[in-house]
Nanobody
Framework: QVQLVESGGGLVQAGGSLRLSCAASGRTSSYYPMGWFRQAPGKEREFVAAISWSGSSTYYADSVKGRFTISRANAKNTLQMNSLIPEDTAVYYC???????????????????WGQGTQVTVSS
């Protein structure tokens, strides 16, 4: 069983930066493709970024491309968020796929393990 613990959310002014971290525990957790999703009030959860198990492939939503960077070191991944805008305000969730190796994907239904979420608020 994989457990995910997120940290790093908070309140920041528009144009600022935040770094989210996600630590995965479990025997093979270093080998799971991982991703970040977010959910704003009244909206559906949406894809933000994903990274392959090796870290060699990354994927981004168009809305964050060029501003956010996902990286990983073994079982921990980091989402660096720069040039934040109010529309980035949401609860951010770390996710891991249910099986090791394989491809990282943008579909939330492909992910079986989820963190508790961390709030990111960007003020204008």
């Amino acid at each position: 069983q994989v457990q995910l613990v997120e940290s790093g959310g908070g309140l920041v002014q528009a144009g600022g930066s935040l770094r989210l971290s996600c630590a995965a525990s479990g025997r093979t957790s270093s080998y799971y493709p991982m991703g970040w999703f977010r959910q704003a009030p009244g909206k559906e959860r949406e894809f933000v970024a994903a990274i392959s198990w090796s870290g060699s492939s990354t994927y981004y939503a168009d809305s964050v491309k060029g501003r956010f960077t996902i990286s990983r070191a073994n079982a921990k991944n980091t989402l660096q968020m720069n040039s934040l805008i109010p529309e980035d305000t949401a609860v951010y969730y770390c996710a891991a796929k249910g099986r090791p190796y394989g491809l990282a994907t943008t579909n939330l239904d492909d992910y079986d393990h989820w963190g508790q979420g961390t709030q990111v608020t960007v003020s204008s």
